[in-house]
């Protein structure tokens, strides 16, 4: 289910400001095609500054890949949108009118945000099936979630999922036994489960095969338009394989944006980190 925000006709002043954004069930609003609109965002840690006055734009179904050298904000970036770090300056929307700098990392998990982190988080004693299950039960309490009995609308959306992430002939296959690049299809997997609108999946293909990469390229493409990407990642052939836009972080900022060929022609990128 996916959530925005109202406005309260109680309070005025800080009452009202601290009441004025409240979470209630609708659709998200992508009046304008835009699912996630970062304004002026600046983070700073200890006088280091992490993001300076960063502004990006996510269009609904797009595919966006993001690179950057080490130490360019990409992290922080996706801690921002998630909740994880609060900026100093600056907005995040996700859609026209959720404000994700007042919303907590549940509400932000809830309201349509996945996350998936370099190194794969699966239940690996638990077959591939029943990680799926425990990834949209609203209880997470693993004996109760195990021992439940599910539907079968729930089977059929699970069987779907297997699927789509190329798992269904290991269904009853511990996870832990999975290779790395299964286990990072199962992830992604689980992620699609709690339905997100926006997927933010960081350095997915990082340790996988040649084999493995093509094929997690096959399956963000045929995510792109249902559900909106962002993908941080180093592998350029990958970048490639994607296409669409590419932003280049630099010291917490865009350095640009276009194309790859473009921005791989750009010699303030070549300067800063194609050329290291």
Known sequence: ???????????????????????????????????????????????????????????????????????????????????????????????????????????????????????PTIFESHSVFENLELAMKTDKRVRRSLFSVIDDQTKDRISDTLRLIRLAADADRAAGALSHGQKQWLEIGMLLMQEPKLLLLDEPVAGMTDEETERTGELFLSLAGKHSLVVVEHDMAFIEQLGGKVTVLHEGSVLAEDNLATVQADPRVIEVYLGR
Do not use: W
Not at 69 to 83: E, F, R, S
Not at 86 to 98: N, V
């Open 1 to 119: 289910m996916s959530i925005q925000l109202t406005e309260s006709a109680h309070g005025s002043g800080g009452e009202q400001a601290a009441t004025s954004h409240l979470l209630v069930p609708g659709e998200l609003d992508l009046s304008h095609q835009v699912i996630l609109y970062l304004d002026g965002i600046s983070v700073s840690f200890d006088g280091f500054k992490a993001l300076d006055d960063l502004t990006l734009a996510i269009d609904a179904g797009e595919l966006r890949c993001i690179i950057g050298p080490n130490g360019a904000g990409k992290t922080t970036m996706m801690d921002v949108i998630t909740g994880k770090t609060r900026p100093d300056a600056g907005t995040a929307f996700f859609g026209q009118t959720l404000d994700l700098t007042r919303l907590t990392e549940a509400e932000i998990a809830h309201a349509g945000i996945g996350r998936k982190f370099q190194k």
